[in-house]
Nanobody, 124 residues
Framework: QVQLVESGGGSAQAGGSLRLSCAPS????MAWFRQAPGKEREGVAG???????TYADSVKGRFIISKDSAKNALYLEMNNLKPEDTAVYYC??????????????????????WGQGIQVTVSS
């Protein structure tokens, strides 16, 4: 079974930037989720095959999701990071989806392919 591989996490100061990568990216719909300790896994950003994107309100204007077909990779550019962005970030994909409401409860259940997760820590 295909599994996604994330890279690029780590630590940053508040106000800083990090970029996450995920491969491969040839799925109908891909998204980034995050899960902080003691909290539910939540959708952060999503992108469909033609490049239509959607963002959670908490990251809108700060995070950018994109795909590079030539490199077969998905990215999440995270800018103006805040301590509340600290979480394990997951890349997810599913060929059955073409559009999602990123803030929908239990959205994670709709995705069938996942990465192993990568830690992002933002200090104040």
């Amino acid at each position: 079974q295909v599994q996604l591989v994330e890279s690029g996490g780590g630590s940053a100061q508040a106000g800083g930037s990090l970029r996450l990568s995920c491969a491969p990216s040839g799925f109908s719909y891909m998204a980034w989720f995050r899960q902080a300790p003691g909290k539910e896994r939540e959708g952060v950003a999503g992108i469909n095959k033609v490049g239509v994107t959607t963002y959670a309100d908490s990251v809108k204007g700060r995070f950018i999701i994109s795909k590079d077909s030539a490199k077969n990779a998905l990215y999440l550019e995270m800018n103006n990071l805040k301590p509340e962005d600290t979480a394990v970030y997951y890349c997810a994909a599913d060929d059955r989806l073409s559009f999602v409401k990123i803030s929908a409860p239990e959205l994670a259940r709709r995705f069938g392919v996942w990465g192993q997760g990568i830690q992002v820590t933002v200090s104040s």
